[in-house]
């Protein structure tokens, strides 16, 4: 009886719902598709992403971008590539371990005292003992920081670091005259702790309603700010909030382009493809997937182009199994492809000796199915059930099982767990990070802890000597060939699975603010602190 | 006294009970505040820390020492008035507590003030024309609007009144960078944007109401004490709210007690539907950050404020039953 008058009131509810929707009939105001590139105020999505300071935002979202936006960094970062920033210049001593950067002169705090080298060993000196949330330089590659004279800095380094040049774009310099007396950078919220040399100061922080608000630094160094007040304001929708106009820019699905599409004032940009599921085996619980040729079988059985067309509704692009996304600067295009195929499949599982020996319908081979739990994500599980039913057809049993996002972590991290499926973010960074996460040596100095490579049993040591070259390497040319025979020799023996690079989608007003751009490594335009800027003072930089 | 020094022992029994299940339940969850591996939503960014960075933080924080040291730490800063701090917020619980309970606070109990009255005046209609055509249609009406999950009802709201109606805001709770133009202008904002939480929160709660008083009240008619009452030659209206009514409402503000805490645990939920700043929305984001000082902290105000409701409905009992006076003391 309940369940039935429940019924009842939801479908009358949808059918006033449905009939408000069709009465509404939405007017869009039409403008030339001519954009602005200078903008009075811009409302983005906001929400509570901590005090935006390097030691007070949230490692979760979007709080670094907003650090971003007061202080500078000595490089910073286009579409193509590196470029001066802070730093006019820098010259390179040969053996690669001194880097001494010329800093632009007359650069001033936002209260009016002068930028000096003093301010970059300072704060160089003062994250030692006090880790910022991103952007830290990794203990162990910067033996000391020397200031040479007022306006020139050298770091002198442990040894070579091809990558040392991109982790400075992230290195963001604090004021010594008003940190040096600050013990606790955690707790640090004062007004004077968002004093930086950047080009918004931070005019209003609303903590419980999780609203920015930034404005323009008339005096900044730098090229000129083209938005005067960038706003962030609390959403429950971004959509809605889009299409009511309350935010200017927005993030959309494919599913909801079409309502976008129709307004002529909206540009509609595809993101690079930098975020991803992997697809991960863990060789030390289960000994049988440290064999190259299964790990095979499950690339050649996983059809990626069906997740991509029934999960996400054709917005990605399939994984690559040599790791990096086709959006990445070091993409190489020649690699062994995997597409799907089930004889190869079966092919390779009977080479490797498992076959279906008792007639259950999955494979075995002295004693032992190829039967496995899979990990992932309650959000993950329609991408588990496909790959369930296709790793069925060629006889390998899949169990899906759907955990708390915090917990499948968690059990990735200590190596509980058989098959993993978990998604995240940073596919277009440098590619160094085929070394963290394949190479299962602690090469170089950078890194104190054993690689998730080791966590599940992946061991190869022509990778681990590619590795440990290219993380040495400082000719970008040589570095380039060394990182494209990595993803050769990834593909080849498939330490992880990169299911998909999901593709989404920007869309903005060009009537509001048409000078979105990106970073060269990263998906998302308004992370870019370039994208608030004059866009002719930056090509003058390059 | 010695009733006294029973109730004193059992309020610090529970009291203990609750700090200790506070403390080791959000440890338990697997994962820990700096273990961040993957993204919640596609597209997300996570900085992902490094070993070095982990460490540092788990010993800033005191999370590298034993657990029962902790629980001693935590204890003692209790007893101090001292909450902790927050790891996600970076600031001490009772602040980040502070500015986000007045919110939770405003609809929880503009909710259970409209849910209780409107409940009460439909119940009594209701009883009121027992058994007539309006009385069961309203029951069958409210019993099946009480099955919809306060979430899905808020999103229809959110559907109706803001996306097509455009009537409210659609998240928030004040006006980002608004200049007031006076003490009335600020309170219309703040009741604009608590309209739809308020509503939904009440309208989840109003069925409870609603059949209670009218079951009760139609017990009630029933009773001797109405008989004589009209035996007396009563006027109807006398009868029902001088003699009925009155009694009908003990068990109603006796529920209102319990309500609080199920409002509050609803506003988690209607708090997530509207974006409100409320202690619910803090709390989900603490325990998907594994803020421990910030959940302890949260689940210990709302543990509280749910006794102090009990206590004062049992005040407020006293006052309406004079009963419970004469045979407890």
């Known amino acids: 009886m309940k369940k039935i008058g429940l019924l009842a009131v939801s479908l009358a509810l949808i059918c006033i719902v449905a009939g408000i929707a069709g009465c509404t009939t939405t007017t869009q105001s039409t403008t030339g598709s001519s954009g602005a590139d200078q903008a009075e105020v811009v409302r983005l999505a906001g929400g509570d992403y901590g005090y935006p300071q390097p030691f007070t935002i949230y490692p979760r979202g979007p709080g670094s971008s907003k650090v971003t936006m007061i202080f500078d960094s000595l490089l910073e970062k286009d579409e193509e590539g590196l470029i001066p920033w802070l730093a006019e210049r820098w010259d390179v001593s040969p053996d690669g371990k001194e880097y001494t950067f010329h800093l632009r002169e007359g650069i001033k705090w936002h209260d009016g005292a002068p930028f000096t080298a003093n301010d970059v060993k300072f704060t160089h000196d003062y994250e030692l003992k006090h880790v910022p949330i991103s952007g830290g330089i990794e203990a162990g590659i910067i033996d000391h920081v020397q200031v040479v004279d007022d306006h020139t800095v050298r770091f002198v380094l442990n040894q070579p670091a091809a990558t040392f040049l991109y982790k400075m774009c992230g290195f963001k310099v604090i004021p010594e005259h008003i940190y040096s007396t600050v013990s606790d950078p955690e707790g640090f919220i004062a007004p004077e702790a968002v004093t930086g040399t950047g080009p918004y100061r931070l005019a209003e922080y609303n903590k419980e309603h999780g609203s920015y608000q930034f404005i323009a630094n008339t005096e900044y160094w730098g090229p000129k700010p083209t938005i005067r007040v960038v706003e962030f304001i609390p959403i429950s929708d971004a959509l809605i909030s889009f299409e009511q106009g309350e935010i200017d820019f927005t993030g959309i699905t494919p599913d909801t382009m079409d309502w976008v599409k129709s307004n002529p004032d909206v540009r509609i940009v595809q993101q690079p493809a930098f975020w991803a599921y992997e697809f991960y085996f863990n060789a030390v619980r289960c000994p049988e997937l440290g064999d190259k040729r299964i790990r095979q079988a499950f690339a050649y059985a996983i059809d990626r182009d069906e997740l991509v067309s029934k999960v996400q509704r054709g917005a990605g692009i399939r994984g690559n199994m040599g790791i990096l996304p086709d959006d990445h600067i070091w993409y190489n295009p020649d690699q062994p492809a995997y597409a799907f195929d089930l004889a190869k499949a079966k092919a390779l599982l009977n080479e490797a000796g498992w076959k279906d020996t008792d007639g259950d319908g999955i494979r075995d081979k002295g004693g032992k199915k190829l039967s496995y739990t899979l990990s992932l994500a309650s959000g993950e599980v329609r991408i588990g059930e496909l790959i369930k039913a296709r790793l069925k057809d060629v006889g390998i049993d899949i169990q899906v099982r759907a955990l708390e996002s915090r917990s499948r972590d968690a059990n990735l991290k200590s190596g509980d767990y058989e098959l993993l499926i978990s998604g995240f973010g940073g596919w277009g960074q440098d590619a160094d990070y085929l070394r963290t996460r394949y190479s299962d040596v602690v090469t170089g100095t950078t890194s104190s802890v054993a690689s998730a490579a080791a966590v599940y049993g992946y061991h190869n040591e022509v990778l681990n000597d590619l590795a440990a070259r290219e993380v040495v390497e400082l000719d970008d040319g040589k570095r380039k060939a060394i990182v494209f025979e990595m993803q050769k020799i990834i593909a080849e023996d498939i330490p992880t699975i990169p299911l998909y690079y999901t593709t989404s989608y920007d869309a903005w007003y060009i009537s509001k603010y048409d000078g979105w751009m990106n970073m060269f490594d990263h998906h998302a335009r308004t992370h870019s602190k370039l994208t608030y800027l004059e866009r002719t003072g930056i090509a003058a930089r390059r | ?329």
């Open chain 2, 1 to 329: 006294m010695r009733d006294n020094r029973a109730i004193i022992t059992r309020f610090l029994l529970t009291l203990m009970i609750l700090l200790t299940i506070n403390f080791f339940l959000p440890r338990m969850m697997p994962g820990d505040p700096f273990s961040l591996e993957s993204s919640d939503v596609e597209g997300e960014d996570v900085v992902v820390m490094t070993e070095a960075q982990r460490a540092y933080y788990m010993e800033y924080y005191g999370l590298d020492r034993p657990l029962h040291e902790q629980f001693i730490i935590y204890l003692k800063n209790l007893a101090m008035g001292d909450l902790g701090k927050s790891i996600s917020n970076k600031m001490p619980v009772s602040g980040v507590i502070l500015i986000h309970l007045p919110w939770t606070i405003l609809i929880v109990f503009a909710a259970t003030i409209i849910s209780t009255i409107a409940g009460v005046l439909l119940g009594t209609f209701s009883a009121w024309n027992r058994k007539r055509g309006i009385d069961r249609f309203m029951m069958a009406g409210l019993i099946a609007f009480a099955e919809i999950p306060s979430f899905l009802l808020g999103i229809i709201l959110l559907l109706i009144f803001v996306v097509q109606l455009r009537l409210f805001p659609i998240a928030g709770a004040i006006t980002p960078f608004a200049n007031y133009t006076g003490v009335l202008d600020w309170m219309g904002d703040i009741a604009h944007h608590a309209f739809l939480p308020v509503l939904t929160l009440s309208l989840s709660q109003l069925t409870g109401v609603y059949l209670l008083t009218r079951n009760t009240l139609i017990t009630v008619t029933t009773k001797d004490y109405i008989r004589t009452a009209r035996a007396k030659g009563l006027g109807e209206r006398v009868v029902w709210t001088r003699h009925a009514l009155r009694n009908a409402l003990l068990p109603v503000v006796t529920r209102t007690g319990f309500m609080i805490g199920a409002l509050m645990g609803g506003s988690v939920l209607v708090e997530t539907v509207f974006s409100y700043p409320g202690l619910g929305m803090t709390l989900r984001s603490a325990v998907i950050a594994r803020d421990y000082p910030l959940i302890q902290g949260i689940l210990l105000v709302i543990a509280v404020s749910i006794l102090v409701c009990n206590l004062t409905v049992d005040l407020i009992y006293r006052r309406l039953d004079p009963r419970v006076v004469a045979q407890g003391g």
